[in-house]
């Protein structure tokens, strides 16, 4: 009942006085944390580019009566998980009395050098062994981050006036395929392609820079989110605190527009199976970045950057006040992810392999503790419960934003901007939940890490049903217009 009168309402959505509000904040703690994202435990050393959470509130107004209400929040996080979300919903729910807190949507950029915000077994691949003394802990630093997430919400909130929006679609290599196949039809991430075996890369890339600008009813810019299909973890393995090539986007553009409290907004796009690395012309690439005297990181910034500035007197040229808006929140369940027999024999054989060992490391330790699952997983099958996914699609002007929980693979995020209604989409992973990869049934297929069991939640068939009811979703917001004859 309640997604059946949302949709009623959003079929009838019409031009109103568009409000919008934003803010920045650091989320930098001050002490040493563990960092997310790798199996081994890292504990920060310094800080090498703080960690931001940037926050955007948009209002629609018609005839003084609130059409719709939304605030995005961008994080320098690897996740956010569902525990997080709850936590801070629930913080800032007396904060905004009168604002609905399932319509706040917050997404990591996927920095694999960001804090530990969850140990809760449900939520996280790995269990790191964190000391006790001169680290903050988890639970700390999460406590930490919600306060500093409803600031910057609160803030965006309160700034809010008329204002207008416009969007631009730039281009920039960012993102790679890191999924390589063989002559025998196995995947491998990350590998030698130089290998005499090496056949290509599992899928595609996505080079689109897609840009939304806020202006000011002086047609300032205030703000600006920029959809990468990549993840941030350029630097990923690295034992100090930074936010990876968002960092240098942000900062080298605002200098290039000369405006340094420019609130930036970065999401990742579906890129489950993307990375920064290059996996090809890898000396090429190098040669050209030690030429402009760059880092690797300060290149990709560089690339997004340049690719948003080119944009900018477009954008400028096509700024809608007016522009229809509406956000509907829907509830998804998706089906389990399928064991397959070889997945849960080869199981089996791994978790006689790693109780043999005497003295388990950490990695150990998480590979028997996932093996495990799986083969409880197949053993069980009938028993699993769907996977729970709060899905978000917006509508503002000509534009669908579209978020999803996991680190879903690029041809999932093709099939919704293909088959959108709207003149450009935006596909935000990692937002409000943490559903792992969601794979292809080619990448299964290929096996290695990403399309394994231990990391999918939930399969191919539960990325057909999220792509279809997110189309649908879509199109519920984008109705036929009627024919004038």
């Given at each position: 009942?309640?997604?059946?009168?949302?949709?009623?309402?959003?079929?009838t959505?019409?031009?109103?006085?568009?409000?919008?509000?934003?803010?920045?904040?650091?989320?930098t703690p001050d002490k040493p944390v563990a960092l997310a994202g790798q199996f081994g435990t890292r504990i920060s050393q310094s800080v090498e580019a703080p960690i931001m959470a940037a926050a955007m509130a948009l209002e629609s107004v018609d005839g003084g009566k609130v059409v719709d209400q939304s605030i995005l929040i961008s994080c320098d996080l690897v996740a956010i998980h569902h525990?997080?979300?709850?936590?801070?919903?629930?913080?800032?729910?007396?904060?905004?009395?009168?604002?609905?807190?399932?319509?706040?949507?917050?997404?990591?950029?996927?920095?694999?050098?960001?804090?530990?915000?969850?140990?809760?077994?449900?939520?996280?691949?790995?269990?790191?062994?964190?000391?006790?003394?001169?680290?903050?802990?988890?639970?700390?630093?999460?406590?930490?981050?919600?306060?500093?997430?409803?600031?910057a919400a609160v803030q965006a909130w309160q700034n809010r006036k008329p204002g207008g929006v416009s969007w631009t679609l730039g281009f920039a290599q960012i993102g790679e395929n890191r999924r390589s196949v063989f002559a025998d039809g196995h995947a491998q991430m990350y590998a030698k392609t130089?290998?005499?075996?090496?056949?290509?890369?599992?899928?595609?890339?996505?080079?689109?820079?897609?840009?939304?600008?806020?202006?000011?009813?002086?047609?300032?810019?205030?703000?600006?989110?920029?959809?990468?299909?990549c993840?941030?973890?350029?630097?990923?393995?690295?034992?100090?605190?930074?936010?990876?090539?968002?960092?240098?986007a942000r900062e080298q553009l605002k200098a290039r527009l000369n405006l340094p409290d420019l609130t930036v907004?970065?999401?990742?796009?579906?890129?489950?199976?993307?990375?920064?690395?290059?996996?090809?012309?890898?000396?090429?690439?190098?040669?050209?970045?030690?030429?402009?005297?760059?880092?690797r990181q300060q290149e990709l910034g560089r690339r997004i950057s340049n690719a948003v500035y080119d944009t900018v007197d477009a954008a400028k040229a096509d700024i809608r006040t007016d522009a229809p808006f509406g956000h509907i929140v829907q509830d998804l369940a998706l089906p389990p992810r399928k064991i397959l027999e070889r997945e849960y024999e080869d199981a089996k054989k791994n978790i006689a392999q790693y109780s043999v060992i005497e003295k388990?490391?950490?990695?150990?330790?998480?590979?028997?503790?996932?093996?495990?699952?799986?083969?409880k997983r197949f053993e069980e099958a009938d028993k699993l419960p769907p996977y729970e996914m709060e899905l978000h699609v917006l509508r503002l002007g000509d534009i669908a934003i579209t978020t999803n929980t996991f680190e879903l693979y690029l041809d999932w995020g093709?099939?919704?901007?293909?088959?959108?209604?709207?003149?450009?989409?935006?596909?935000?992973?990692?937002?409000?939940?943490?559903?792992?990869?969601?794979?292809?049934?080619?990448?299964?297929?290929?096996?290695?890490?990403?399309?394994?069991?231990?990391?999918?939640i939930v399969g191919p068939e539960g990325g057909q049903i999220l792509v279809d009811q997110t189309v649908r979703a879509m199109h519920s917001l984008f109705p036929p217009q009627p024919v004038v004859k």
């Open positions: 009942m309640r997604l059946l009168l949302l949709l009623l309402v959003t079929n959505l019409c031009a109103a006085e568009l409000r919008l509000g934003s803010a920045t904040v650091s989320i525990s997080v979300l709850a936590q801070f919903r629930q913080h800032l729910k007396p904060l905004l009395p009168d604002f609905d807190v399932r319509k706040v949507i917050v997404s990591a950029t996927h920095t694999h050098t960001a804090p530990v915000t969850s140990e809760i077994p449900e939520e996280t691949l790995i269990t790191y062994s964190i000391p006790k003394d001169g680290v903050m802990q988890p639970e700390e630093y999460t406590k930490f981050l919600v306060e500093r997430l409803s600031q130089n290998d005499a075996r090496f056949r290509h890369l599992e899928a595609g890339s996505d080079s689109g820079i897609e840009t939304l600008f806020f202006w000011n009813a002086e047609k300032q810019l205030q703000a600006v989110a920029i959809n990468v299909a993840p941030s973890q350029e630097v990923e393995s690295r034992s100090t605190l930074n936010a990876d090539f968002w960092h240098d907004l970065g999401w990742c796009s579906a890129a489950g199976d993307q990375s920064p690395h290059p996996q090809y012309r890898k000396d090429a690439e190098a040669r050209m970045i030690k030429l402009r005297g760059l880092t388990p490391d950490n990695r150990v330790i998480t590979m028997l503790k996932l093996e495990k699952g799986i083969v093709i099939q919704m901007k293909a088959r959108s209604p709207a003149q450009q989409t935006f596909v935000l992973q990692l937002t409000d939940g943490c559903g792992m990869y969601l794979p292809t049934a080619l990448a299964i297929e290929g096996g290695s890490y990403s399309g394994l069991p231990h990391v999918n």
